[in-house]
């Protein structure tokens, strides 16, 4: 009965900053790994952005390095990607995930529950 919600998706100009938030239920929150994928419109979904149980190990995909922050709020049961410098090839529907380990990883076979997607659209 895992449940992740995110939230914080919208329509932005190229340039603007973003904040994502994802909502986790249903299980021991700060005991497992936590991730960002994003799948765009005839593109696999792809990494973007993972945490660590503890918050001690985070990793990006190179597009995005420099750009994004992946934090999480263990009493708050939550995991933000703090989005910056957006770029009209961020366009895409972010998802959350989480699975049944504790350190940061990139590959989906490492995630098994996932939220329903938020969208985000930038124009440039």
């Known amino acids: 009965q895992v449940q992740l919600v995110e939230s914080g998706g919208g329509l932005v100009q190229a340039g603007a900053s973003l904040r994502l938030s994802c909502v986790a239920s249903?299980?021991?929150?700060?005991?497992?790994?936590m991730g960002w994928f994003r799948q765009a419109p005839g593109k696999e979904r792809e990494f973007v952005a993972t945490?660590?149980?503890?918050?001690?190990?985070?990793y990006y995909t190179n597009s995005v390095k420099g750009r994004f922050t992946i934090s999480r709020d263990q009493a708050k049961n939550t995991v933000y990607l703090q989005m910056n410098i957006l770029k009209p090839e961020d366009t895409a529907v972010y998802y959350c995930?989480?699975?049944?380990?504790?350190?940061?990883?990139?590959?989906?076979?490492?995630?098994?529950?996932w939220g329903q997607g938020t969208q985000v659209t930038v124009s440039s």
């Open positions: 995930a989480t699975g049944e380990r504790s350190f940061a990883s990139s590959r989906r076979l490492d995630y098994q529950y």
């Open positions: 249903g299980r021991t929150f700060s005991i497992y790994n």
């Open positions: 945490i660590s149980s503890s918050g001690g190990n985070t």
